[in-house]
């Protein structure tokens, strides 16, 4: 991808986020612990299924040659990317995800991977990639072989390290903070958990 086409990809990305309202302001605390004044609720931009159809097909295109066989994601906000990018590479191509049972992630409903079966896993947001590493973790284990991880946004500001190859759409630089050194909490504003269910701690 040239510069120019990565640029174009890039404006019309935001667009995306902006017109959905993907991009939070506030105070919030992630899934990694961190607090932070932004958040990138992911699940507004993929309500729509012509973006997510649109998402899915832009980081389907970085792994269109990897000979990929299955798209894993971890639940909730791999669920939607994995089936937009599986729909993107082929009739062929499946489309599961991982869910954390008693504290570590797993393959549940059903769901299984062959020794040597080529996986992608995806994600919609990664800060410290805890959750996708489980599910690389976890596919390796049962002998699968993973030819990459690709994510909507990456926000671990260069700090990921993945094992496999690592394709992101948007790289967001966004300012992290520990609790115990968060301005906004010694201003005393309350702190959001974004999810499934937004709630006030």
């Known amino acids: 991808m040239n510069l120019e086409t990565a640029e174009k990809q890039q404006a019309a990305i935001m667009e995306m986020f902006s017109r959905s309202g993907a991009l939070l302001q506030?105070?919030?605390?992630?899934?990694?612990?961190?607090?932070?004044q932004q958040y990138m609720q992911c699940a507004l931009v993929l309500q729509y299924p012509q973006y997510a159809q649109a998402l899915g097909q832009m980081l389907g295109q970085r792994f269109q040659e990897a000979?990929?066989?299955?798209?894993?994601?971890?639940?909730?906000?791999?669920?939607?990317?994995?089936?937009?990018?599986?729909?993107?590479?082929?009739?062929?191509?499946?489309?599961?995800?991982?869910?954390?049972?008693?504290?570590?992630m797993?393959?549940?409903?059903?769901?299984?991977?062959?020794?040597?079966?080529?996986?992608?896993?995806?994600?919609?947001?990664v800060t410290t990639g805890g959750s996708v590493l489980e599910v690389v973790e976890?596919?390796?284990e049962m002998g699968a072989e993973v030819?990459?991880?690709g994510v909507l946004v990456d926000r671990s500001g260069?700090?990921?390290s993945c094992p496999v190859r690592f394709e992101s759409l948007l790289k967001m630089n966004i300012q992290t903070y520990s609790p115990d050194d968060c301005p906004f909490c010694r201003q005393g504003?309350?702190?959001?958990?974004?999810?499934?269910?937004?709630?006030?701690?």
């Open 26 to 36: 506030g105070h919030f605390r992630l899934t990694s612990g961190l607090h932070s």
């Open 67 to 104: 000979g990929v066989q299955t798209v894993i994601g971890p639940a909730l906000g791999g669920v939607v990317v994995a089936h937009e990018v599986a729909r993107s590479l082929g009739q062929n191509v499946r489309s599961i995800f991982a869910e954390r049972e008693a504290g570590k």
């Open 106 to 125: 797993s393959l549940r409903r059903g769901f299984a991977v062959s020794p040597g079966e080529r996986l992608l896993v995806v994600e919609d947001v």
């Open 138 to 140: 976890l596919v390796q």
């Open 147 to 149: 030819v990459g991880v």
């Open 158 to 160: 260069g700090k990921l």
């Open 189 to 201: 504003i309350p702190v959001v958990k974004p999810g499934s269910r937004q709630q006030t701690v």
